[in-house]
Structure formats: C-alpha cells, structure tokens
C-alpha cells in the first residue's frame, strides 16, 4: 500500500557529502518513525539514523555528527544528509518507513565513497 522510493546515492570522495531523498506515497503525519539502513555486501542491515513523530532522532555512532535526518511533511519526504564521508559508509541505503503495526521499505540507493 505505502509505496517508499529512496535516490540520491552515487560515488564521492571521502570528506565528501551526499544528501538522499526518501519519498513517502502518503502522508508521513501518519507516520509513527521514519528510519535510515545501510548495507554492505556481506554485511547485515544496520540502522543509521531514525526520526519519530514527535521529531526526536537518533543516530548510530558511527555517524554521530556526520549524518542528519530530517522530513519536509509538504513533500511527503524524508532527507539523509551526510557530511565527512568516510570509505566504511560505502552500502546501499534504505529508507524504513513505519505506520502502526505495519513498516515498509524501499529498495535501496548506492552510496560509494572512495578512498
């Protein structure tokens, strides 16, 4: 039913930063959290930044002060920026979206940064 499309990835130098989009096809008032994943091949899933509907986040540490998650509630959407990239943020990047008991996912964005 909830459709969630996430872009913005591509490849970047370290340092460098990316901003990525999730679009949300319904309004995420009704939305109870809003979540960032990365995967890396090989690797399991791993939360990376989450926001809920009172606006309070969270963030893994590993992107402490690096990464900021935020929502445009006009555009249905939710925004990764991510600053000071490093190589060991190189996964793909999935958007969680989270409405009642149900969640939702898109299928992914590729970020690569290089060394």
């Known amino acids: 039913q909830v459709q969630v499309v996430e872009s913005g990835g591509g490849l970047v130098q370290a340092g460098g930063s990316l901003r990525l989009s999730c679009v949300v096809s319904?309004?995420?008032?009704?939305?109870?959290?809003m979540d960032w994943y990365r995967q890396a091949p090989g690797k399991q899933r791993a939360m990376v930044a989450s926001?809920?509907?009172?606006?309070?986040?969270n963030y893994a540490d590993s992107v402490k002060g690096r990464f900021t998650i935020s929502r445009d509630y006009a555009k249905n959407t939710v925004y990764l920026q991510m600053d000071s990239l490093k190589p060991e943020d190189t996964a793909v990047y999935y958007c969680n979206v989270k409405r009642g008991a149900s969640q939702y996912w898109g299928k992914g964005t590729l970020v690569t940064v290089s060394s």
């Open positions: 319904e309004t995420i008032f009704s939305m109870r959290a």
């Open positions: 926001i809920n509907n009172a606006g309070s986040t």
